[in-house]
């Protein structure tokens, strides 16, 4: 999950990606409309961890972004429209 990690926030990369990640992105990423963004055009205010989330609406695979979020707690940044408090609060209202 490094790839994901560094491909939606990756000024919160914890570990270096392997070549095999590297050369083989999530088919579904190529399809996102934050597809190839850095953080410049991803993080408003950066430091202050505000996302554009503006860039999320009308993505054409915004569900699978957020499915993908919701499975792997190790990801932070934002999801799907998602920031990662919200994804933890999702998290825990699907386990009660």
Known sequence: MAL???LM?????DEPLTLEEFL???EWHQHASCAGLGPAGFVLGRGEGE?????????????????????????????GGTKTRECIAMRRARVA
């Open 4 to 6: 994901l990690s560094w």
């Open 51 to 79: 996302y554009n989330r503006e860039i999320c609406e009308g993505c054409a695979v915004r569900q699978k972004c957020l499915t993908t979020a919701l499975a792997d707690v190790s990801l932070t940044g934002l999801w």
């Open 24 to 26: 083989h992105p999530p």
């Open 9 to 13: 926030a990756p000024e919160a990369q």
